[in-house]
T-cell receptor, first 114, second 116 residues
Framework: DTGVSQDPRHKITKRGQNVTFRCDPI?????LYWYRQTLGQGPEFLTY????????KSRLLSDRFSAERPKGSFSTLEIQRTEQGDSAMYLC????????????FGPGTRLTVT | AQKVTQAQTEISVVEKEDVTLDCVYE???????LFWYKQPPSGELVFLIR??????QNEISGRYSWNFQKSTSSFNFTITASQVVDSAVYFC?????????????FGIGTKLQVIP
């Protein structure tokens, strides 16, 4: 069990560019979450997958954001036409199905939009 | 709506002192789960403990202990004999009863600095 991995760890992009992040959850975990964390704040929920189905999206997730989990394994989060306000740490977490199970987090992708 | 309040944004203690991190939560559900996570400077959130709403028994794990009181909606975390390695941001989090997915609401975090 290698834990949750995320790639890249850091991304610097210019405003208006598109970026894509990848998350590989723990292999037996069927639930996958994306969060955004800005400086001095706790993680904020963005979206949730159970297997390949995206079951919930936060209102924080504007139409410039899209997430996929095509085969129920890894997931991607794409941000189109990035804005400076998108600069944040993007965290991925996974867990098994079940009530109140703790989520295991990846190291995050730090996005800086210049 | 669920809410988690961590009123202490930053705490500094001298090594070997005890320190308590406060967490107050709000929820309308009778079944819910509480968590503490540690985020060291490296950035990766590390799970510390989970408590469900039906289990008010306090827990001790080494130098860490947790005090869950439903009457005051609090889930406080105490580190005994703090060490420099305890320096991190600590998050309290709340998850309401599952019906569908498990959305976790995090507090703002308490930054703990342990001074040698």
């Amino acid at each position: 069990d290698t834990g949750v991995s995320q790639d890249p760890r850091h991304k610097i992009t210019k405003r208006g560019q598109n970026v894509t992040f990848r998350c590989d959850p723990i292999s037996e975990h069927n639930r996958l979450y994306w969060y955004r964390q800005t400086l001095g704040q706790g993680p904020e929920f963005l979206t949730y997958f159970q297997n390949e189905a995206q079951l919930e999206k936060s209102r924080l997730l504007s139409d410039r954001f899209s997430a996929e989990r095509p085969k129920g394994s890894f997931s991607t989060l794409e941000i189109q036409r990035t804005e400076q306000g998108d600069s944040a740490m993007y965290l991925c977490a996974s867990t098994t199905r079940g009530a109140g199970n703790e989520q295991y987090f990846g190291p995050g992708t730090r996005l800086t939009v210049t | 709506a669920q809410k988690v309040t961590q009123a202490q944004t930053e705490i500094s203690v001298v090594e070997k002192e005890d320190v308590t991190l406060d967490c107050v939560y709000e929820t309308r559900d009778t079944t819910y789960y509480l968590f503490w996570y540690k985020q060291p400077p490296s950035g990766e959130l590390v799970f510390l403990i989970r408590r469900n709403s039906f289990d008010e028994q306090n827990e001790i794990s080494g130098r860490y202990s947790w005090n869950f009181q439903k009457s005051t909606s609090s889930f406080n975390f105490t580190i005994t004999a703090s060490q420099v390695v305890d320096s991190a941001v600590y998050f309290c989090a709340l998850s309401e009863a599952p019906g569908g997915y498990q959305k976790v609401t995090f507090g703002i975090g308490t930054k703990l600095q342990v001074i040698p």
